[in-house]
C-alpha cells in the first residue's frame, strides 16, 4: 500500500503557548504600574515612605516570581535529573515565573518577604509540580499558595499593617472595603460602605485598599478586552461570573431598598475582577465547553455570594474558584454532550437559576 502525503486543508493556529503567555504577561503590565503608583509613589509623594520602601511593590512582586523560578529549576535539576545544557529552556517552556508572580498580586502589600517566598514555594511545589507540571494541575497554583498564607499567616500579616499601604493607614480607618461590611449594622448604606473610601469612581480606578493587584477593575476590564481580542482567555466565564454576583446582588440590595450602587459596590470591591480575568480562566482548571464555561461562571457567581455574606471570609473568589476547580472534569463531561443536545444540559441551568433565585431572597430576607 502506498501512502501520499499530501497539504491538507487544516486548519492552524497561530496563538501557541508562547504567544499566550506573553500576551498575559502585557496585560499584567499596566497592573503592575498602578500597584507601583498606588503602594510605592503616591506615598513616597506624600512623605510616608523613603526611596527604598517605594519600590517594595516591585521587590514584591519580582521576588514572588522568582521564588518559583527558583524552585522549579532546583526541581527539575534534582528531581527529574535534567541535563544542564536542557535545564533552561525546560524550565522556560513550563513558563515558571506565573504561580509565583500571581499569587504576589492576590496578596496584602504588607505580608512579609519571608512569607511570600514560603507562599510561591508551596504554590509552585504543590499547586504545580507534584501534579505533573505545567498543563497538569488540577487547582490554580497560585490560590493554592494564598491558601496557605491565608489560612497559617493571616494574623502575622493583618499585624503588620494588612491591606493598607503607609499612606492609607494614616488616612483609612479600620480594614478593606468588603472587611467592612461585616462591621456595619445590617446591610449598610453608602455612607458607610462606600462613602470611608471615596466614591464608586475610585472603586472603578482602584484607589482603595486590596491586594497588590486586585484593586483596579478598570485595568481588569483592559486586560479583559485585549486578552478576549488576542484569544488568551475564554470571554463568558468572568463575563458570566461577574454578571452573576451582580445579578444576586441587585436583588439583595432591592429588596432592602438600596439603590443601583450597592451591586457595583459588591463587583468593584475585592478581587472579582482581578480573579475573574486571571484566575477563573485559567486555561488548566477551567472548563473547555462554551456550555461548561457558561455554568462554571454561574456557580462561581453563587459561591462568592454565599461565602461573602454566609460565612466569615467576607471576599469568596479564592475559594469559590478552589471549590469549582473540583468540578470543572463533570462539567465537561455533561457539557461535552450539551453541545449538540442542549437538553443534556438543562437540569444544570435549573439548578443555576434556582440557586440564584432562592439564595438571593434567602440572603435578602435575613
Same mark, same amino acid.
Given at each position: 500500500?502506498?501512502?501520499?502525503?499530501?497539504?491538507?486543508?487544516?486548519?492552524?493556529?497561530?496563538?501557541?503557548?508562547?504567544?499566550?503567555?506573553?500576551?498575559?504577561?502585557?496585560?499584567?503590565?499596566?497592573?503592575?504600574?498602578?500597584?507601583?503608583?498606588?503602594?510605592?509613589?503616591?506615598?513616597?509623594?506624600?512623605?510616608?515612605?523613603?526611596?527604598?520602601?517605594?519600590?517594595?511593590?516591585?521587590?514584591?512582586?519580582?521576588?514572588?516570581?522568582?521564588?518559583?523560578?527558583?524552585?522549579?529549576?532546583?526541581?527539575?535539576?534534582?528531581?527529574?535529573?535534567?541535563?544542564?545544557?536542557?535545564?533552561?529552556?525546560?524550565?522556560?517552556?513550563?513558563?515558571?515565573?506565573?504561580?509565583?508572580?500571581?499569587?504576589?498580586?492576590?496578596?496584602? &502589600?504588607?505580608?512579609?518577604?519571608?512569607?511570600? !517566598?514560603?507562599?510561591?514555594?508551596?504554590?509552585? %511545589?504543590? $499547586?504545580? +509540580?507534584? *501534579? #505533573?507540571?505545567?498543563?497538569?494541575?488540577?487547582?490554580?497554583?497560585?490560590?493554592?499558595?494564598?491558601?496557605?498564607?491565608?489560612?497559617?499567616?493571616?494574623?502575622?500579616?493583618?499585624?503588620?499593617?494588612?491591606?493598607?499601604?503607609?499612606?492609607?493607614?494614616?488616612?483609612?480607618?479600620?480594614?478593606?472595603?468588603?472587611?467592612?461590611?461585616?462591621?456595619?449594622?445590617?446591610?449598610?448604606?453608602?455612607?458607610?460602605?462606600?462613602?470611608?473610601?471615596?466614591?464608586?469612581?475610585?472603586?472603578?480606578?482602584?484607589?482603595?485598599?486590596?491586594?497588590?493587584?486586585?484593586?483596579?477593575?478598570?485595568?481588569?476590564?483592559?486586560?479583559?478586552?485585549?486578552?478576549?481580542?488576542?484569544?488568551?482567555?475564554?470571554?463568558?466565564?468572568?463575563?458570566?461570573?461577574?454578571?452573576?454576583?451582580?445579578?444576586?446582588?441587585?436583588? &439583595?440590595?432591592?429588596?432592602?431598598?438600596?439603590? !443601583?450602587?450597592?451591586?457595583?459596590?459588591?463587583? %468593584?470591591? $475585592?478581587? +472579582?475582577? *482581578? #480573579?475573574?480575568?486571571?484566575?477563573?480562566?485559567?486555561?488548566?482548571?477551567?472548563?473547555?465547553?462554551?456550555?461548561?464555561?457558561?455554568?462554571?461562571?454561574?456557580?462561581?457567581?453563587?459561591?462568592?455570594?454565599?461565602?461573602?455574606?454566609?460565612?466569615?471570609?467576607?471576599?469568596?473568589?479564592?475559594?469559590?474558584?478552589?471549590?469549582?476547580?473540583?468540578?470543572?472534569?463533570?462539567?465537561?463531561?455533561?457539557?461535552?454532550?450539551?453541545?449538540?443536545?442542549?437538553?443534556?444540559?438543562?437540569?444544570?441551568?435549573?439548578?443555576?437559576?434556582?440557586?440564584?433565585?432562592?439564595?438571593?431572597?434567602?440572603?435578602?430576607?435575613?
Amino acid at each position: 500500500m502506498e501512502i501520499i502525503r499530501k497539504t491538507g486543508p487544516y486548519i492552524k493556529d497561530d496563538n501557541n503557548t508562547t504567544k499566550i503567555m506573553f500576551n498575559l504577561l502585557i496585560s499584567l503590565f499596566p497592573i503592575i504600574l498602578f500597584t507601583f503608583y498606588k503602594n510605592g509613589i503616591i506615598p513616597f509623594y506624600e512623605g510616608k515612605t523613603n526611596v527604598i520602601e517605594m519600590f517594595y511593590p516591585l521587590i514584591f512582586i519580582i521576588t514572588g516570581a522568582l521564588t518559583s523560578f527558583v524552585t522549579e529549576t532546583i526541581y527539575f535539576k534534582l528531581f527529574l535529573k535534567i541535563d544542564n545544557n536542557q535545564l533552561l529552556s525546560t524550565v522556560k517552556r513550563s513558563y515558571a515565573i506565573f504561580p509565583g508572580l500571581f499569587l504576589s498580586l492576590v496578596l496584602p &502589600i504588607n505580608t512579609p518577604i519571608t512569607i511570600l !517566598i514560603l507562599g510561591s514555594f508551596i504554590a509552585t %511545589l504543590v $499547586g504545580k +509540580l507534584l *501534579f #505533573g507540571g505545567f498543563g497538569n494541575n488540577i487547582f490554580n497554583p497560585a490560590l493554592i499558595g494564598a491558601l496557605f498564607i491565608t489560612s497559617a499567616y493571616s494574623i502575622i500579616i493583618a499585624n503588620n499593617g494588612g491591606y493598607l499601604n503607609k499612606l492609607e493607614l494614616d488616612t483609612i480607618s479600620g480594614a478593606t472595603p468588603l472587611a467592612n461590611t461585616s462591621l456595619v449594622e445590617g446591610i449598610g448604606t453608602y455612607q458607610e460602605l462606600v462613602s470611608p473610601y471615596g466614591t464608586l469612581k475610585d472603586f472603578f480606578i482602584g484607589f482603595i485598599p486590596g491586594s497588590v493587584g486586585e484593586t483596579s477593575a478598570f485595568l481588569c476590564l483592559v486586560a479583559f478586552i485585549y486578552l478576549t481580542y488576542t484569544k488568551v482567555i475564554k470571554w463568558r466565564i468572568p463575563t458570566v461570573y461577574i454578571s452573576t454576583v451582580f445579578l444576586m446582588t441587585y436583588i &439583595i440590595g432591592a429588596y432592602n431598598d438600596l439603590g !443601583i450602587w450597592y451591586p457595583l459596590f459588591q463587583i %468593584l470591591s $475585592g478581587g +472579582l475582577f *482581578f #480573579g475573574a480575568v486571571f484566575m477563573a480562566t485559567d486555561p488548566v482548571t477551567s472548563p473547555t465547553t462554551p456550555i461548561g464555561q457558561v455554568i462554571y461562571g454561574m456557580f462561581l457567581g453563587i459561591l462568592t455570594v454565599i461565602f461573602r455574606y454566609m460565612t466569615s471570609y467576607p471576599e469568596g473568589v479564592l475559594t469559590s474558584i478552589l471549590t469549582m476547580n473540583m468540578f470543572v472534569f463533570i462539567i465537561d463531561r455533561i457539557c461535552s454532550k450539551a453541545r449538540f443536545n442542549f437538553s443534556k444540559s438543562k437540569y444544570l441551568f435549573i439548578a443555576c437559576w434556582s440557586l440564584i433565585i432562592i439564595v438571593s431572597m434567602f440572603i435578602a430576607t435575613s
